[in-house]
């Protein structure tokens, strides 16, 4: 058994889905119809190459395994590549227990000293040694000229008969074809003439290979000499003549192309050695070719980008199908030589959006007073390594005034207007209006930023026309998935997806995916954890709420047509959601009908719901913009894929940030058109997940409370804590197995409804389902019953049980934190009044803030417990919450 994994850089979803429609890519084709799609969500804040590599290799995001740039910074105006060995910090998939790899030129192989470890068989690899970019070298004849690559000597002769080039003991004659020239056995570069007056070569690598196949890694050395990269700048430096856009006819594309064309060239022979000779468990390709082009031309043909040329976007297409049919011929050499038992992976580790400017931001910063030309002078940095982050500088800028100066910087970017500066993300990629000591900073699509201080203008014409940065969410950034295998559902379409999900494909496949938290409805297969994760929901679902809303109707004398055309007589065009009750079969006679209407121009301001009685019937219809609408499920998806922690943290101040809000999002995923569609319903599994780690959530504060009364000796508050334990516990159960419905009052009955399903996902479901009904039917004891009915440690084991079974956590953590700027101050003699934020609360002792195991809380003393309580009740301390897997994680 194998996983073959090819990763195609920045193979943009929007651009194969594009070139699958058309057939030009046979090979993706039968991959996506033996198996499934997708289209990948790249890392947050930033997506450049090694972020989005570590992100597609470990599973994890940018916060987990460090990798935040090409460069990653260290302090104010430091940084170190972000393909250093020491990156990243969580094991690729190649780095689980018994997988034996191949690799052709992935990064992260290699160790710091150039060793490999025992499992790989065979590996090759050389951007990490590079030794010159390419150049151009001007000749006539009748010249003896040295053009040397780094200290290896290259000697060009002209004559009359023609241009001589002497490197590596040989003489090679140049003409108008590449020629390739051998340094030493494991360095060369590619080298032809351009016109009669010019030389150009491609860059020069040491390329590294070895692994235990001693064989295979000797044919490696002796494949084509390997290029890395076109010559781009050439190209854009007019070496070829005009381009396209400047009104060439076409020759400086076809002669670009010869050079990307070495490159196909060197990597597609060192991936068919390496897929025909291996004998691994694992083979991981990688090819940069569609990265290097897209980066060149790919804005032409993008039509959301302001660089779209109508006039010649034909005409590029034809180079990105040249090139994206060279990658497509180099996974066919997998599809032929997979067996049944093997998996097919295509992946990228991100899209390209179409660029045109180029945002000079520590211009913008030097102008508003800022910043200096020296960094150690400036109050704010944009930091050299162009990662897309802003920094305070603390040794200039006094720690009361850090805030300050932040805002400052931000309000001066964003009066750039709204067309260039978009907004502002913090570390873990959450918008933030407020300051913070390190910003993100978030460009419209059409603009790059660029930490180049030189004293010009802060806005340039950028050359390229293809880019990725900062993570600004654009569709244009999403990756293509493919996979097919045993247990992969065939023909599936998975929509949208966070980036990640390769990895755990791989792992899954490889036998070494088997925490519980790899997936988190833990299915028994891979098919049944892509279809119930990631899959529109089954079509008996929505027959099912049809049905509902049908009768509902039916019992109202209301008839949908008439229902549909009146609605939108009185509110306007647009796309007609019923919501709430009657889509979930809870509806009564004095239901309400609310509605949601989606329309396509955009819609400024808060949203006040227009109220319509008509035949006795109250009528409710709320609008929202379908941009803003794709935004909010495009932002559910991706809160989806956080750890629970910042999941849950983005869930709270979503109202604060977003229209549509958390309910009328719920709302929108959940609704039906009165014809009995449900437009939206492929957002469910997301919605379920968030809804489901936010209950969760509750319930485990709720908890910590219900421990802390009790150790206070409180006996009806426990028990209204443990009420909410119970239906937080209820409401994430069933979110997690698609019933997601925000109305607080209807948790009970849709439990009840489930639990004679009895349709748990499995027996951990199950177990802690039963377990929360045994509860509930003895809770009511507990208030008659007085201090010989314990509630604390039973309902933590009964928390503690949801959370595994739903893969969130092994281990919970809380502690009762302080409000900011909270202060104690002496009152009456052993007591004290602590307040905080306009609060205030008398305590005979301090609040204690140790973080402490969810197991250990109900043995806290009852005068800590008592302290902590008052002080949680008043508002001037909060009961945070952080979460534990297997690994410590």
């Known amino acids: 058994m194998t996983v073959y994994w090819f990763v195609w850089d920045a193979a943009a979803a929007w651009v194969v889905d594009e070139l ?15 198996g499934v799609r997708a289209a990948g969500r790249p890392p947050a804040p930033n997506c450049q190459t090694p972020p989005s590599l570590a992100t597609l290799f470990t599973g994890t995001s940018s916060q987990e395994h460090g990798v935040t740039g090409f460069s990653v910074p260290t302090g104010l105006t430091g940084h170190t590549s972000g393909f250093d060995p020491a990156y990243p910090a969580r094991p690729p998939v190649w780095r689980s227990p018994g997988v034996r790899g191949a690799f052709v030129h992935v990064p992260w192989v290699f160790d710091a000293d150039g060793g490999l470890g025992p499992d790989v068989e065979v590996a090759i690899e050389a951007y990490s040694g590079r030794l010159a970019r390419h150049d151009r070298l001007s000749i006539a004849p009748g010249q003896v000229v040295d053009w040397p690559v780094a200290d290896l000597p290259v000697r060009v002769e002209t004559t009359a008969d023609g241009v001589v080039l002497h490197a590596g003991g040989t003489a090679h004659a140049l003409a108008h074809d590449w020629t390739p020239v051998r340094l030493t056995p494991s360095q060369g570069f590619w080298v032809r003439r351009v016109g009669e ?68 060239e060197s990597f597609t022979a060192a991936a068919e050695l390496v897929v025909e000779g291996h004998d691994a468990d694992l083979v991981v390709v990688y090819l940069p070719w ?14 959301q980008a302001a660089t779209y040329r109508p006039d010649i976007a034909d005409r590029v297409r034809d180079l990105l199908r040249h090139c994206y049919r060279a990658a497509d011929a180099v996974l066919g050499t997998a599809l032929r030589r997979a067996g049944e038992h093997d998996t097919v992976l295509l992946s990228a580790d991100h899209g390209m959006v179409g660029s045109t400017e180029l945002l000079h931001v520590n211009e913008v910063l030097v102008a508003a007073g800022l910043a200096e030309a020296d960094p150690a002078r400036s109050r704010v940095v944009y930091h050299p390594a162009n990662n897309g982050s802003l920094r305070v500088n603390r040794a200039v800028v006094p720690a009361e005034l850090v805030d300050a100066t932040m805002r400052r910087a931000m309000a001066v970017l964003l009066d750039l ?25 978030v460009l419209h699509d059409d603009y790059q930023p660029s930490a180049v201080l030189d004293g010009g203008p802060a806005l340039r014409p950028m050359v390229k026309t293809g880019s990725h940065v900062v993570n600004t969410g654009s569709d244009r950034l999403l990756a293509t998935v493919a996979a097919a295998g045993p247990g992969i559902p065939a023909g599936v379409d998975l929509g949208t997806v966070d980036n990640t999900l390769a990895a755990r494909i791989a792992r899954h496949q490889l036998g070494v995916g088997d925490r519980p938290t790899d997936f988190p409805f833990r299915s028994k297969t891979l098919s049944d954890t892509l279809e119930s994760l990631l899959t529109v929901p089954p079509s008996d679902l929505v027959a099912t709420r049809h049905r509902s809303v049908t009768t509902f109707l039916a019992e109202r004398d209301l008839e949908p047509r008439w229902l549909n055309a009146f609605m939108l007589e009185r509110v306007g065009d647009g796309e007609l959601l019923l919501t709430s009750s009657p889509v979930h079969g809870l509806a009564n006679e004095t239901s309400d009908l609310d509605f949601i209407r989606i329309q396509e121009g955009a819609i400024d301001g808060p949203r006040i719901s227009t109220k319509i009685f008509e035949r006795g019937h109250h009528l409710e219809v709320v609008s929202f913009a379908r941009g803003e609408l794709k935004r909010n499920l495009d932002e559910l998806a991706a809160l989806a894929a956080q750890p629970p ?23 929108i995923v959940n609704g039906i058109t009165l014809d009995g569609h449900a437009p939206y319903l492929q957002s469910l599994p ?22 802390l009364a009790e150790a206070a000796g409180e006996l009806r508050g426990r028990v209204g804590y443990a009420y909410n334990v119970l239906l937080h516990l209820m409401d994430s159960v069933l979110s997690l197995h698609g019933d997601v419905y925000t109305t607080r009052k209807w948790y009970l009955l849709r439990w009840a409804r489930f ?3 009895g349709a748990w996902h499995d027996d951990a479901y199950r177990a802690a389902g039963e377990a929360v009904e045994r509860a509930r039917k003895s809770l009511s004891a507990a208030l008659t019953a007085g201090t010989s009915v ?46 905080a934020d306009g609060s205030s609360v008398l305590v005979t002792g301090r609040v204690n803030e140790t973080p402490v195991a969810l197991a250990a809380l109900p043995t806290v003393s009852a005068e800590a417990a008592t302290t902590g309580l008052r002080a949680v009740r008043a508002g001037v301390a909060k009961t945070t919450v952080e979460y534990q897997d297997r690994s410590g994680a």
Request: contains cysteine; hydrophobic residues 40%.
């Open 197 to 264: 007056d010019a030389l150009v070569r491609m860059g020069t690598w040491t390329v590294r290979t070895g692994g235990t196949n001693t064989a295979l890694a000797e044919r490696l050395v002796n494949a084509p000499v390997f290029a890395g990269e076109s010559v781009g700048s050439l190209y854009r430096a007019g070496l070829f003549g005009p381009r396209l856009a400047e009104g060439g006819d076409g020759t400086a594309e076809r002669e670009f192309l010869t050079s990307v064309d070495r490159v196909v």
């Open 686 to 707: 997301a919605l379920g997940k968030v809804w489901s780690r936010a209950a969760l959530h509750t319930a485990v504060e709720q908890v910590a409370h219900l421990c």
């Open 290 to 303: 569609t990265d290097d082009v897209g980066h060149e031309v790919l804005g032409w043909c993008d039509r």
């Open 755 to 757: 639990v004679r399903t």
């Open 417 to 441: 207007g709204p067309s260039v500066v978009t907004g502002f993300l913090d570390e873990r990629a959450r918008p933030i209006t407020d300051p913070a000591e390190v910003v993100y900073l």
């Open 790 to 835: 314990r509630l604390a440690e039973d309902y933590v084991a009964l928390v503690s049980a949801v959370a595994r079974a739903t893969g969130v956590a092994e281990d919970v953590t809380v502690r009762t934190a302080l409000a900011e700027g909270a202060a104690y101050h002496h009152f009456l003699p052993g007591s004290e009044l602590l307040s």
């Open 645 to 667: 922690g910042e999941l849950v943290a983005g869930f709270r101040t979503w109202d604060k940030r977003f229209e549509p809000r958390r309910k009328q999002t719920e709302r």
């Open 20 to 34: 699958d429609a058309e057939g030009s890519l046979p090979h993706v084709r039968a991959l996506r119809s033996a």
